[in-house]
């Protein structure tokens, strides 16, 4: 079974830009969660996407965004880029099914985002 | 509300030797903890997690854990450190009784194994 692919791994934008990065889970897992890891930080959790609704946020202001298609696959886009939005961004999947059993996430290997 | 608290930012052992990383942590309900490795350049792996039932946990690569409920702590061990597990490792909580389905992860410690 393949993993959770997140597109592209790296990327360098200049500030005022957009951007937007692509995770495609593990088949057949329908949630999909989205973090920031920096150095300063650690992780952070951005949002939760679960059949195609958003059913979790964090505290991250409106220039991020996400959306989920039909096939689960997940696009998050960070609009008007900073030099602080520096940092490797992270998928995770998981099935969301009743049970914690079930509930470990899976990770990408994430997206390096360079904000010049 | 749920939180989980990694007190060292370092963890230095010599190889052949045993380790501990720790692991605090806090939550309303009943605790899911999870313990995960981060490789350079890489995302987060799956070790271990403890939903209920025997304290001591044993995962990926020879870790184990163990839940002690009266110290709220849930110690990543290994007995014989390799070089190949230096590695930043991340602790998780969720609360199982209620709340976000989403964990929340300490800050992470950088074990580094010496040969």
């Known amino acids: 079974k393949a993993g959770v692919t997140q597109t592209p791994r790296y990327l360098i934008k200049t500030r005022g830009q957009q951007v937007t990065l692509s995770c495609s889970p593990i088949?057949?897992?329908?949630?999909v969660s989205w973090y920031q890891q920096t150095p300063g930080q650690g992780l952070q959790f951005l949002f939760e996407?679960?059949?195609?609704?958003?059913?979790n946020k964090g505290n991250f202001p409106g220039r991020f965004s996400g959306r989920q298609f039909s096939n689960s696959r997940s696009e998050m886009n960070v609009s008007t880029l900073e030099l602080g939005d520096s940092a490797l961004y992270l998928c995770?999947?998981?099935?969301?099914?009743?049970?914690?059993?079930?509930?470990?996430?899976?990770f990408g290997a994430g997206t390096r985002l360079s904000v010049l | 509300a749920q939180s989980v608290a990694q007190p060292e930012d370092q963890v230095n052992v010599a190889e052949g030797n045993p380790l501990t990383v720790k692991c605090t942590y806090s939550?309303?309900?009943?605790?899911?903890l999870f313990w995960y490795v981060q490789y350079p350049n890489r995302g987060l792996q799956f070790l271990l997690k403890?939903?209920?039932?025997?304290?001591l946990v044993k995962g990926s690569y020879g870790f184990e854990a163990e839940f002690n409920k009266s110290q709220t702590s849930f110690h990543l061990k290994k007995p014989s450190a390799l070089v190949s597990d230096s590695a930043l490792y991340f602790c998780?909580?969720?609360?199982?009784?209620?709340?976000?389905?989403?964990?929340?992860f300490g800050r992470g410690t950088s074990l580094i194994v010496h040969p």
């Open positions: 088949s057949g897992h329908r949630s």
């Open positions: 939550v309303s309900g009943n605790p899911y």
């Open positions: 995770a999947s998981s099935q969301r099914l009743a049970g914690a059993s079930t509930n470990i996430q899976y």
């Open positions: 996407y679960f059949s195609e609704t958003q059913r």
């Open positions: 998780a909580v969720r609360d199982g009784g209620r709340g976000s389905y989403i964990p929340t």
């Open positions: 403890y939903i209920t039932g025997d304290n």
